[in-house]
Nanobody, 123 residues
Framework: QEPLVESGGGSVQAGGSLRLSCATSGATSSSNCMAWFRQAPGKEREGVGYITAVGTIRYDQSVQGRFTISKDNAKTTLYLEMTNLKLEDTATYYC?????????????????WGPGTQVTVAS
């Protein structure tokens, strides 16, 4: 079983909403830091936001106020609730995890990645 598997991607009109899920298994369920990243066609992968084991949440400025990260009570599923979606939110979205003490939106810190799920926002 893959340690991280994203789901919930799809096509949505601009202004719409979508919720992504990331199912965790094994040790990744108790990771100190879990995050969402995204990569648009022709662009580098960028951080969307993270949540720590104690519940601290931070977002990239580009999604602040529109996206919400959460975990279920059992802490086995990570969510990304996306509202007021814009064309520029079109990307492949990845969840990632690590157990280092510092939690930041830096790709090089993350050791475990899901395969990604595609989100397409249409006008």
């Amino acid at each position: 079983q893959e340690p991280l598997v994203e789901s919930g991607g799809g096509s949505v009109q601009a202004g719409g909403s979508l919720r992504l899920s990331c199912a965790t298994s094994g040790a990744t369920s108790s990771s100190n830091c879990m995050a969402w990243f995204r990569q648009a066609p022709g662009k580098e992968r960028e951080g969307v936001g993270y949540i720590t084991a104690v519940g601290t949440i931070r977002y990239d400025q580009s999604v602040q106020g529109r996206f919400t990260i959460s975990k279920d009570n059992a802490k086995t599923t990570l969510y990304l609730e996306m509202t007021n979606l814009k064309l520029e939110d079109t990307a492949t979205y990845y969840c990632a995890a690590h157990d280092k003490a510092v939690c930041q939106l830096r790709q090089e810190l993350f050791t475990t990645w899901g395969p990604g799920t595609q989100v397409t926002v249409a006008s």
